[in-house]
């Protein structure tokens, strides 16, 4: 399958899981979904991840936003692995790992990237809108872990992106001053949108205090 790019529509899938049995569109509902891959069960930078990934329930929830794993090792297998991370990581995985043993998922996914390995899944993340629009893509090697402070930050830029004629800028983080588009060019919109002014540094370099703040 040619390579998922931003736009795209998500794949659907029925796929076992720690869970049960899960059909991803009906699983997701209207929720955002974050989707990442592991290349098996019991390995140390992923154990890690999950344990952060069920850290931050909490901050998922409150954005609406439903985390989902996959990994090509069996359900049996994940349930142990799962309390190993619950216990190693002090904390309490509450969100499925697909068991995608046939790689049906890894396929539609294009999880398999043969100059990597050509039988284990690269890590990657998917951001997926409640639309089932693919958003965001980040792939890791398998030494580095995954930055979960960066994946909430793009996920309130795509959220606050979404509902308001903005974009963020470098190092962005919730709370900060945006970007006004460029396209954004009629001053009684303009004043409308951003009551609280902005600052001309170029004219295409609007920047004004975060207007959902």
């Not at 069960?41 to 936003?65: I, M, N, Q």
């Not at 470098?170 to 396209?183: H, M, Q, R």
Request: hydrophobic share 40%; proline share 8%; with cysteine.
């Amino acid at each position: 399958m040619a390579t998922l790019r931003l736009g795209d529509t998500a794949p659907n899938f029925t796929q076992e899981s720690s869970d049960g049995a899960i059909d991803f569109y009906q699983w997701a509902g209207n929720d955002w979904v974050v989707l990442f891959s592991h290349p098996a069960d019991f390995t140390p930078v992923c154990t890690t991840e999950l344990g952060k990934t069920a850290a931050l329930s909490g901050e998922f929830a409150r954005r609406g936003v439903k985390p989902i794993a996959v990994s090509v090792d069996p359900v049996d297998k994940h349930k142990d692995w799962i309390a190993d991370i619950n216990e190693t990581q002090k904390t309490t995985v509450n969100f499925p790992i697909l068991a995608d043993a046939d790689r049906k998922v890894a396929d539609l996914y294009d999880l398999i990237h043969p100059n990597a390995s050509t039988t284990a899944t690269v890590r990657s993340v998917f951001i997926i809108d409640p639309k089932k629009t693919i958003r965001t893509t980040i792939t890791y090697p398998a030494s580095t872990g995954r930055n979960f402070d960066e994946i909430l930050r793009v996920i309130d830029s795509l959220q606050l992106t979404d509902s308001h004629k903005v974009a963020t800028p470098a190092n962005w983080k919730y709370g900060d001053d945006v970007v006004i588009i460029p396209s954004l060019q009629d001053p009684a919109e303009i004043a409308e949108r951003f009551p609280k002014g902005f600052n001309a540094v170029r004219p295409y370099l609007r920047l004004t205090p975060q207007p959902n703040k």
